[in-house]
């Protein structure tokens, strides 16, 4: 719920020709998020107990509780729409059913049947959902927005990329220490250098957006995006830590750039009494797309391991994964594709003010 009433309050207080410039400062933490858990997290588990990772979000909570109260008015519709509660089970049961299927498929916890299981429930309840949405006067996740042609781009063209990008933070720091023998803050302090990355590109994003437009980053810099991601694959042990380092950080930077040209893109041609409704449906897919991508790149390796004859995960499990997941964002560049030469023109070349 943080995530799409944040963005709610961020568009509307703030005017459209300034919304890059705004969400620059709200992906700060998607973009320090995670570059600095790695490194947090493996610091804890190293020198204190893994169990104290479940605790960080208190502190921040009373913060954001304080900060709140303190500067945020308590704005609400005066007459709002009844929750529809059929839509709300039918699409979280769907989600649920999906990515916990997808997560536990060669696990331990239940047999591969019973999590196949669940995916092929959750596909259907989601076919269920569409269906229903259809026909409903005020579906809880309208459809609708995705025949906006700048929505759809950011959020089904963005969905595809966020499952290239979002298995990263997986994959790396477990290829580090499962395949190289690094420690959990060695391999922290490597993946938490991709933030060097994001912040110089808050410097340059709206430069390039302006001079070269939405469609044509978002097309190129989806492909440069998807060749840092099967870089990874090439690490080998003894590959110099320079060059890990160098990858890591140029690939911070397309990520953070491809991030803040979608989240900007998404509210180009949305009306700001549909904001709240076009949030939900965002936010949603992309939390979607972020699970998948854990799900997949963490099913690819075990399916090398296995083909490899590994009993344990060694380094040379882990390119295909990498290599699947950056395809991931090369799939994203036909919907891009699709968007209008000019779309966006107009909160680009806001950015100037």
Same mark, same amino acid.
């Given at each position: ?160 990329f966020r499952i290239g990008l979002g298995a990263l933070p997986f994959l790396l720091p477990l290829m580090l220490q499962e395949g190289h023998g690094m420690s959990a803050i060695e391999s922290g302090l490597i993946t938490g250098t991709s933030a060097f990355g994001g912040i110089f590109m808050r410097r340059v994003a709206p430069h390039v957006l302006r001079r070269y437009g939405f ?31 160098? !990858? *890591?950080?140029?690939?911070? =930077?397309? /990520? ?5 040209? @979608?989240? $900007?893109? &998404?509210?180009? #041609? %949305? ?52 290599? !699947? *997941?950056?395809?991931?964002? =090369?799939? /994203? ?5 699709? @968007?209008? $030469?000019? &779309?966006?023109? #107009? %909160? ?6």
């Amino acid at each position: 719920m943080m995530v799409p009433v944040g963005r709610i309050l961020i568009f509307r207080v703030v005017d459209q020709t300034d919304f890059i410039r705004a969400m620059h400062y709200l992906n700060v933490p998607v973009i320090l998020g995670p570059a600095v858990a790695p490194l947090l997290g493996g610091f804890i588990t190293t020198y204190l107990h893994w169990r104290l990772i479940f605790f960080i979000n208190v502190p921040i909570g009373v913060l954001g509780m304080y900060l709140t109260r303190k500067d945020i008015v308590n704005t609400r519709e005066s007459l709002p729409e009844p929750l529809d509660w059929i839509g709300f089970f039918l699409s979280a049961g769907s989600a649920m059913l999906l990515l916990l299927g997808l997560s536990l498929i060669d696990g331990e916890l239940i047999s591969n049947r019973d999590a196949l299981g669940m995916c092929v429930g959750g596909a259907i309840l989601l076919v269920v959902y569409v269906g229903y949405a259809r026909r409903a006067r005020q579906p809880l996740l309208d459809l609708g927005f995705f025949n906006v042609p700048t929505f759809q781009a950011s959020v089904l063209g963005g969905s595809l990329f966020r499952i290239g990008l979002g298995a990263l933070p997986f994959l790396l720091p477990l290829m580090l220490q499962e395949g190289h023998g690094m420690s959990a803050i060695e391999s922290g302090l490597i993946t938490g250098t991709s933030a060097f990355g994001g912040i110089f590109m808050r410097r340059v994003a709206p430069h390039v957006l302006r001079r070269y437009g939405f469609r044509s980053v978002l097309v190129v810099n989806a492909a440069l995006s998807g060749v840092s991601v099967a870089a990874c694959g090439l690490i080998c042990p003894g590959t110099p830590a320079w060059i890990i380092l160098m !990858v *890591v950080v140029v690939g911070g =930077f397309f /990520s953070a750039l491809q991030f803040t040209s @979608l989240n $900007s893109l &998404a509210y180009a #041609e %949305i009306a700001r009494c549909d904001v709240g409704r076009a949030t939900s449906l965002g936010s949603l897919v992309q939390r979607l797309s972020l699970g998948l991508s854990v799900a997949v790149g963490g099913v690819v390796v075990q399916i090398s391991r296995m083909a490899n004859g590994h009993k344990s995960i060694m380094w040379s499990d882990f390119w295909p994964a990498f290599l !699947v *997941v950056s395809l991931c964002s =090369f799939a /994203s560049i036909p919907v891009m594709l699709r @968007l209008p $030469s000019r &779309a966006g023109e #107009e %909160i680009a070349y806001g950015g100037r003010n």
